[in-house]
């Protein structure tokens, strides 16, 4: 009988275990870096299993006696020792009633496999690796490939050389595949009691600190060994207890007696997928949390614009209410103007409008126009500062988020992030543009003309207003001088048939109605001036703000929506890894609850 006999419930715990190493092939086929290897090892793993041979791989540095270790395991000089580390092939030995004595050459000649009696138990196979001190990066990589396999590592040190850096390279991925170790201290012929005791001490202290573990370790001579046991192999006991073979024989067949090799491979194989599944769910926190930070720095480009928003209005509200102080002091100084020239005694003196013009852009106007222009231009000038530094505040963001997918480019998804970081790039180059436009002179000018313009129209409809209101008062409404014979003439035909009906009372009722209509006419055409300056001024900030929002709909949108649909490919992928843990749990759990028979 050369493997595991499978029969009953076992055979549906197999098969699903098959699909489950297959299925988490898949499932981290699309992650980067080694997952391509890491998927080849699973599906390796997956055929192993349905070939139900439980594998036993030695491993060691190449000076460290394996070989000789292997021949002492089967008692049966069956392996070449001594040989260099120029030798490529996997030795592999299966269980077969017959012991064959020429290998055959398996995998493009890569491995020899010989079969042989004294393995253990049916189906148990055992490896030797090249050496892991091999100078040959080929031989590196058949070692590992063989190290995910196996459902037990026994690790072989030289007693004068324990625990080189190798080993322990090797020992951290045994420990990260979650295979089962055994130590094996080798050649301890070489040493007296007290050097041994150190360096067994040394040794469980290094794997320990190093590589927290905490496996069996055993001290043996194989040479003498298989000396001692030539034609009896190890599993059929009797020999020299000098060697500390006993020992090592001992703890085996308790092992393959208490837990049968077919229940161990099942058991090997859910630790293998369950190290493989935490190494990636491990990989997907790493990316969510980077994700998490994308979208922190996202949101926070968010709340730029927000803030933005509101900062503009904060600073049109400041100018708006500065506006209206100027205009209201403009009011107050009109109606001073108007209770001052359009009286009856002034009136009936001969006025002129230019004089009246003059008098109306000093005393009413003033430095009103000046102050409107410094304060259009403060607030053009607070804009575009902001402005500035909210754009040069959107580019560093965008810059850090840029640095950020670009450590997670060569991860899961690639191409979508190669997406992403173009439309980052793509922000960022219209953000410096936009950042560039921002010019004080184009704004403050066109606020300026605009301001100007308006002034002078009101400057001449309300001079125009108040004259024609002085004409009427002293009944002239001809532009120019008003001469004596004139003034008398109209005095005859508005201020006589006045002064008719209520006398010199009358004309002065009539010329308080005047004024008082003059200065409701002043006050709509002041709030029609004033309306116009905050028109002006809302404009240019809903302009503003219109190219905020622009930008945020039109280049930051799809920054967003990259991320959400990166985000969502790995919640996806954590799900996925979490539905087949459960599927491994389970298989534990029936597992564990199995009774394997073991047939010699």
Known sequence: MTNIVLEGPIV??????????????????????????????????????????FLVVVVGEFNAGKSTFINALLGDDLLPMGITPTTEVIELIRYSDRKSKEPKLREQDSIREWTHPNTGAPGVAIVDSPGTGSVFAKHERIAKGFLSRSDLVIFVMSAKRAFAQTERLYLELARDYGKKVILVINQVDLLDKKDLKEVVSFVKQQVSELVNLDPPIFTVSAKKALQGKRGGGLFSGGGSDDTGMNNLQDYLRDTFTRVPPAKQKLVAQVDFADSIMRKYQGKVGEKLSLIGADRQYAEQLRAELEKQAELLAEQLNTTMRELDRIFDTLLNRGRDFVNKHLTLGRSLRP??????????????????LDQISRLSEDYVSAVVDSSRRYWRSIIDRLNKLEALIEQEVGGVDAASYADQRAALQQAIAIA???????TEDNLAESLRDTFATNMFGFTASVTGLLGGIAAIIVGSAAPGAITATVVGVLGAMVVGPVMAVGGMGGVLL????????????????????????????????DRERARLLQYGQQILSPVFSHLEVIAKKYQDQKVALEELQKVSADLRREIDALQVTIEY
């Open 351 to 368: 006025p002129d409008r230019e004089a009246m013009r003059q008098k109306f852009e000093k005393e009413v106007i003033g430095t009103s």
């Open 510 to 541: 009539y010329g308080r109605k005047l004024r008082h209509d003059a200065i409701d006419e002043l006050e709509t055409r002041l709030e029609k001036l004033r309306d116009s300056y905050r028109q002006s001024l809302v404009d240019m900030t």
């Open 12 to 53: 549906q715990i197999r098969e699903r275990e098959v699909k489950l190493l297959f299925d988490l092939a898949e499932r981290i086929a699309t992650f980067g870096g080694d997952a391509p290897e890491d998927k080849s090892r699973l599906m390796q793993s997956a055929n192993d299993l349905r070939d139900m041979f």
């Open 432 to 438: 410096d543009t936009e950042l560039k436009t921002y």
